[in-house]
């Protein structure tokens, strides 16, 4: 499949990662990817926290539509199974989010959209934040695994030798497109080295 016909919905909650996020948004939209964007309440307080500007006011100097879906809204259509996508991303994902999607409550419609992404067996990809992580965080990660979702903490590569934060942001975002099978031009991949002759 081209990325141009994939349809991915982009979840974005309230942990540290504003810019994981945008970058995601900035390379699926580069990949000719529709976008359904779902921000929660706490996405847009992080957001202005760590960005000074809110999601509404960045989305509105970008190019090209997005359709964004109320995060409150459970008669979107992304709370149905029968709507289709190729798949899911959260990112970041909150502690918060991921016991909710482990416990399938559905209190949102990134909980619930996430519900659907999983019970139709399509690609989930959760980018959770948190450190240290405690047993609970654990356990809710396991059980997603257990359930489909593939668990991909932002945590950062250094062998393409990052220079900026740009650099680290779009190798994070780089992986976990190529976790839904889209390589974006970001990606760097480790090919091997000769073994060096110096002990
Ligand atoms: C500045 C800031 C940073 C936060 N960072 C994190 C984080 O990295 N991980 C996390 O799980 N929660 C974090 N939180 C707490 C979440 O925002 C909070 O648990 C919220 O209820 C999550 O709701 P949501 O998942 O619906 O967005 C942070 C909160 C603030 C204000």
Avoid at 21 to 27: G, P
Avoid at 65 to 77: D, F, Y
Avoid at 170 to 185: F, P, W
Wanted: proline content about 6%; charged content about 20%.
């Amino acid at each position: 499949m081209s990325n141009k016909q994939r349809k991915i919905i982009l979840g974005v909650t309230g942990a540290s990662g504003t810019l994981i996020s945008r970058q995601i948004l900035l390379d699926l939209q580069a990949a000719g990817v529709e976008i359904s964007l779902i921000i929660s309440e706490w996405a847009e307080q992080v957001s202005h926290h760590e960005t000074g500007i809110t999601w509404k006011e960045w989305l509105k100097n970008q190019p090209g539509s997005i359709c964004q879906e109320e995060w409150k809204n459970m008669a979107s259509k992304l709370a149905s199974g029968s709507s289709e996508s190729d798949g899911m991303i959260v990112a970041p994902c909150s502690m918060g989010t991921l016991g909710g999607i482990a416990a399938g409550i559905s209190r949102n419609l990134i909980e619930r959209a996430a519900d659907v992404t999983l019970k139709e067996k399509r690609p989930l990809i959760l980018v959770p934040r948190e450190a240290p992580l405690n047993r609970i965080h654990l356990t809710n990660m396991l059980n997603l695994s257990d359930a489909g979702a593939t668990i991909l903490p932002p945590i950062p590569s250094f062998y393409h030798k990052p220079e900026s934060i740009d650099d680290l942001l779009c190798q994070i975002s780089a992986r976990i497109l190529k976790s839904l099978g889209i390589i974006s031009d970001h990606l760097y991949s480790w090919r091997g080295e000769e073994p060096s002759e110096e002990p």
